[in-house]
C-alpha cells in the first residue's frame, strides 16, 4: 500500500466471459498463423534477438519503437480504414484485441478516478463511486463529456488527462514457451526465479500514462513435476509480473501471480518510477500490453507531413524538365538532409528489414511504404542538385 498503491490487480472473474473467449481465441489464432515474431533489438550497442515473440496491434498506421527497433502496427478494425486481412480468423483476432483495448481504457479510467478521489478527499460514498463508472462507461460510449456531465465527477482539465493517459493507441502481445528456452536468466536481486523479461520500464509511452496487461497461461497443458529448489514466495510453475522501486535492492520487491484471463495496470507514474520484470512459469503464455504510445514521431501522418514540407523546397523549372531548390539556405538543406534520412533510416530500413512478416496478417502497409519511398527519391534528387 505505500510503495506499491499505483498498482492495480484484477483477477480473471472480474472479466466477462465473452470477452476471455473472443481473447483467448485470437491469442490462439495469431499463434497458429505463425504471426508472432521475435525482434532483434540493440542493447548498449549489442544486438540481441528476443526471446519473446511479438507482434503489434493498434491504429492504423502507428508505430512502437522499443530498444531502437520500430515496429508497426498490424491496425485493428477502424472505421473509415479499408484493411484486408489474410483470413477472416485474423480480423476476428484484431477485432478481439480491439474490444479487449476499449474495455481496458474503461477499466483504467475508473482505477485513476478512483485513486485521485480517494488521495485527494478519501470518498467512499456509494453516489460518488456510481458517478465514477457512468463518467468512465461515457469516455468509450460518446468520445467526449459536456461540462454539465463531468463537473459531477472531474474538472475538465482532469477528463482530457484522464482521457488523453487511457487512450491505448496499440498493444503489443507477447507469447513464450519457457520450455523450449534452452535459458533463462535467474533474477538477481530477490531470488524470484527465471525471468522471461528482465527488469525494465517501458519506453515510448507518453508521460504519466497507463499501462494495462491482460495476461494468458495455458495452464491446461502438461506440465512435469520440477525438484528445482522453490524461490521463496513464489510457485515457479506460475508466471508471476515481478516489480520493484526503481533503482533500489533495498525495498522489498513484489511478485504477484497471474492466472488464465488476469489483469493488472500500472496507473499514472509508476512505470517510471518502478521497474518491472516477468517471471515465466512452467505453460507457454501469451499476454496483451496495452500502451498509449508517444507517436508524435512514430505515425504515417507525422511523417508524410515532414516529407511534404521538405519537398516545398523542390520546383520544376517551367522551360525545362530539370529540378532546381527554391532555396539554398545552410538551414532548409539541414532540415531537408535530416528528413530524407529520418524516411530513410527510421522508416524504409526499419520496415523493410522485417516488413516481411506483416504480409502473414494484412498488406496494409505496402501502399504508405511505395508511397514513402517516391518521396524519398525525390529528396535524393534534390540532395544531387546542391
Known amino acids: 500500500k505505500t510503495k506499491y498503491s499505483k498498482l492495480i490487480f484484477r483477477k480473471s472473474d472480474t472479466v466477462p466471459e465473452e470477452l476471455h473467449q473472443m481473447v483467448q481465441e485470437g491469442f490462439l489464432t495469431l499463434r497458429k498463423h ?26 492504423p498506421g502507428c508505430t512502437y519503437k522499443y530498444l531502437n527497433t520500430r515496429l508497426f502496427t498490424v491496425p485493428w478494425p477502424t472505421e473509415g480504414y479499408d484493411i484486408k486481412y489474410c483470413s477472416p480468423q485474423i480480423h476476428d483476432a484484431c477485432k478481439a484485441l480491439f474490444r479487449l483495448n476499449d474495455y481496458l481504457h474503461i ?6 478516478q478512483g485513486q485521485n478521489l480517494f488521495e485527494t478527499k478519501e470518498i467512499k460514498d ?5 458517478r465514477e463508472q457512468n463518467f468512465a462507461t461515457s469516455l468509450t460510449e460518446k468520445g467526449s463529456v459536456s461540462k454539465d456531465q463531468s463537473s459531477c465527477c472531474v474538472p475538465e482539465d482532469d477528463y482530457v488527462s484522464l482521457k488523453n493517459r487511457t487512450s491505448y493507441n496499440l498493444t503489443l502481445l507477447n507469447y513464450m514457451d519457457p520450455l523450449q528456452m ?3 536468466k535467474q533474477e538477481p536481486y530477490f531470488g524470484m526465479g527465471n525471468m522471461a523479461v528482465s527488469w525494465h520500464h517501458d519506453e515510448n509511452l507518453v508521460e504519466r500514462s497507463t499501462v494495462a496487461v491482460y495476461s494468458y497461461s495455458c495452464e491446461g497443458s502438461a506440465v512435469e513435476e520440477s525438484n528445482e529448489q522453490k524461490p521463496k514466495g513464489r510457485d515457479p510453475a506460475v508466471w508471476h509480473v515481478g516489480l520493484k522501486v526503481a533503482w533500489d535492492i533495498e525495498t522489498p520487491g513484489l511478485a504477484i501471480p497471474l492466472h488464465q484471463g488476469d489483469f493488472y495496470l500500472m496507473l499514472d507514474d509508476l512505470n517510471m518510477t518502478h521497474q518491472h520484470c516477468v517471471l515465466a512459469g512452467f505453460s507457454p503464455r501469451f499476454s496483451s500490453t496495452h500502451r498509449v504510445a508517444d507517436c508524435s514521431r512514430g505515425t504515417l501522418e507525422y511523417i508524410f507531413g515532414q ?14 524538365v530539370a529540378l532546381s531548390l527554391k532555396s539554398l539556405e545552410p538551414a532548409v538543406v539541414k532540415q ?19 516488413g516481411k512478416r506483416y504480409l502473414k496478417c494484412t498488406d496494409w502497409w505496402l501502399k504508405p511504404m511505395a508511397k514513402l519511398e517516391e518521396f524519398w527519391r525525390k529528396m535524393e534528387i534534390m540532395v544531387s542538385t546542391i
Open 336 to 354: 531537408v538532409e535530416e528528413i530524407h534520412n529520418e524516411v530513410e533510416f527510421e522508416w524504409l530500413r526499419q520496415f523493410w528489414f522485417q
Open 307 to 320: 516529407c511534404e514540407w521538405a519537398l516545398q523546397n523542390l520546383h520544376t523549372d517551367s522551360d525545362s
Open 182 to 184: 534452452l535459458y533463462l
Open 126 to 130: 456509494t453516489t460518488v463511486i456510481d
Open 107 to 112: 477499466e483504467a479510467v475508473k482505477a485513476l
Open 34 to 59: 505463425d504471426c508472432f515474431f521475435q525482434d532483434l533489438v540493440r542493447i548498449k550497442g549489442k544486438d540481441f534477438v528476443t526471446p519473446v515473440s511479438r507482434i503489434l496491434i493498434g491504429n
